[in-house]
């Protein structure tokens, strides 16, 4: 199967920053079962990330703050990926930059490297500033084209938020238009939790991503919605836990499904959804996706 | 290479206050300072529970849970035959520096500290000091393991009364490792570095992953931001970044 341009050998792909570089959940299974795995967000520096405590849980979910913890694209390349391209996944690098330049830069370190696809992340909730060029069209439409100039023809996605002041369909027809090859619909909500022992917030950065099973019908709505207003594919991402919620997302329109925080309930959520999906389309009777892809619009 | 398994429980005990030894059948491989994510629930609590391996033996392992949210609760409430899913072993096993060893724990800190005296033993001499807030419990145990057992209470049921700090001295001690809370820890390291003598600690943060691929149990060391999952849970004392 495909995603515009990037084959796949099933729709489930691993969800940036759940996922590592693929050599953690790397000793529990073979991760070339899975379609796909997205890095842990790269910076062109390395970066820190965001001071203790970076998580906590909800009910039905978990709040993050990570603050894109990573060793910098270089040592990526040196180090990860020909690690990674030894399992026989498809890579997709998830890019950061702090400013539309950084991401250029980044793109352009992974250009002519073997990743499979590049995924441009619009949408961390988890830095401070101006972390969020996918609440805004142009702001969108700037990252993308200026990646796109520079990405020697790899395939880009772009992760979108779950929400932007202006509506989130004109920034996915913002990505499509400055050639963005498939959107990625949504990254984690931004939420909050307060320490009832401290009366302050939780987390250094106050406001913190929110992921897992509680956010699944929020980010299916989006799937459903984009998929009916831009032409490129829509990657399904949101509290995806079981065969079934991946049934969903590609019922509502999405060509593919990320898994993150499912991950943390169960390391064997990659192929276990793998496996469900596949004796899905064997019941079912189903000879490829298409079959059944945004059957929920008709 | 951790694997996961889902396997009925064998026993579970309250073996002190709000203290559970929970066991569970099976060949599970496990080193001092290893962990597993324990979880016995669908969706809720979504983290699974990283719990120190308190014991291991032939066809079982044991861990002792202390009950401090809904994750820990439902653990403690399980029956035997209950099914139990383990995820491990993870994290970085801790060696014996061999020769005189101390082993210093505070509350649910006691948790990893059986299994090392039992395994550390024989590479020297091993000592315990237990603190507890209450009534001692699985003295015995650790009397059976180690050299010298010193036990404290903090409302004096049992041993000296007072915290485990007040017990303990390093001198003489060729290495010491510690577990309990954050401010135990950094007296029990204001008391080693003076008197020159190693010191690791187990430390806790929360976590999802287990296998150092989210990044969430981050905590500060001189080398940066390090996984308790991954690098830990063990640490050396001089490395970590102390808050208090």
């Known amino acids: ?298 | 290479m951790p694997c996961l398994s889902t396997v009925p429980v064998a026993a579970n005990e309250e073996v002190g206050p709000g203290a559970f030894l929970l066991r569970a059948e099976g060949d599970f491989p496990a080193a001092p300072g290893q962990f597993y994510l324990l979880r016995a629930w669908d969706r809720d609590p979504p983290l699974s529970r990283p719990m120190s391996v308190f014991d291991r033996k032939c066809g079982q392992i044991s861990f002792l849970i202390f009950v401090r949210g809904q994750g820990t609760r439902r653990l403690a409430g399980l029956r035997p035959g209950d099914p139990l899913t383990l995820f491990g072993p993870l994290g970085t096993p801790v060696r014996p520096r061999g020769g005189r060893m101390a082993l210093v724990g505070g509350g649910s800190g006691i948790a990893p500290l059986y299994l090392a005296a039992k395994e550390f033993r024989t590479a020297g001499e091993v000592d315990a000091f237990l603190g507890f807030r209450d009534r001692p419990f699985l003295v015995p145990l650790f009397q059976e393991v180690a050299s010298r057992v010193h036990v404290a209470s903090e409302v004096g049921a049992g041993g000296v009364k007072g915290v485990v700090t007040e017990i303990f001295r390093p001198h003489g001690y060729d290495a010491c490792y510690a577990c309990g809370p954050d401010g135990m820890l950094e007296r029990v390291w204001q008391a080693c570095r003076s008197a020159g003598v190693p010191l690791w600690v187990f430390l806790e943060e929360r976590m999802a992953c287990g296998v150092g691929a989210c990044r969430g149990c981050a905590v500060r060391t001189v080398g940066g931001f390090r996984l308790v999952c991954r690098d830990g849970p063990a640490f050396p004392a001089e490395e970590v970044i102390w808050d208090g």
């Open chain 1, 1 to 298: 199967m495909r995603v515009g341009r990037v084959l796949l050998g099933n729709p489930v792909v691993a969800a940036s920053g759940c996922f590592g570089f693929g050599a953690e959940y790397g000793e529990v299974y073979d991760i070339s079962r899975l379609g796909a795995i997205c890095t842990k967000g790269l910076t062109l520096r390395p970066r820190a990330g965001n001071p203790p405590p970076r998580l906590w849980e909800t009910r039905c979910g978990l709040l993050n703050s990570i603050g894109l913890d990573n060793p910098g694209v270089e040592a990526f390349l040196r180090e990860e990926l020909p690690r990674l391209k030894r399992t026989g996944a498809v890579v997709i690098a998830n890019v950061w930059g702090a400013s539309p330049e950084e991401y250029e830069q980044v793109v352009q370190a992974l250009a002519s490297s073997p990743v499979d696809a590049i995924e441009l992340n619009l949408s961390c909730p988890n830095v401070p500033g101006n972390g969020i060029p996918g609440r805004d069209a142009a702001a969108t439409a700037e990252v993308v084209g200026r990646a796109r100039a520079v990405a020697r023809g790899k395939p880009l996605w772009a992760k979108l938020p779950p929400e932007a002041p202006a509506g989130l369909v004109a920034v996915a027809q913002a990505a499509q238009e400055a050639g963005a090859d498939a959107v990625c619909a949504a990254n984690s909500f931004p939420a909050l939790a307060v320490d009832i022992r401290t009366g302050r917030p939780v987390f250094a950065n106050v406001v913190a991503g929110l992921s897992g099973p509680a956010i699944k019908p929020l980010a299916l709505r989006i799937v459903y919605e984009l998929s009916r207003e831009v032409d490129i594919p829509v990657v399904g991402i949101g509290g995806i836990t079981t065969w079934e919620d991946a049934v969903e997302f590609i019922m509502a329109g999405a060509h593919a499904i990320q898994i993150g925080t499912a991950n943390f309930l169960d390391p064997y959520a990659g192929p276990r959804i793998v496996d469900g999906l596949r004796a899905f389309m064997e019941a079912r009777g189903l000879g490829s996706w298409e079959e059944i892809r945004g059957c929920a619009h008709r």
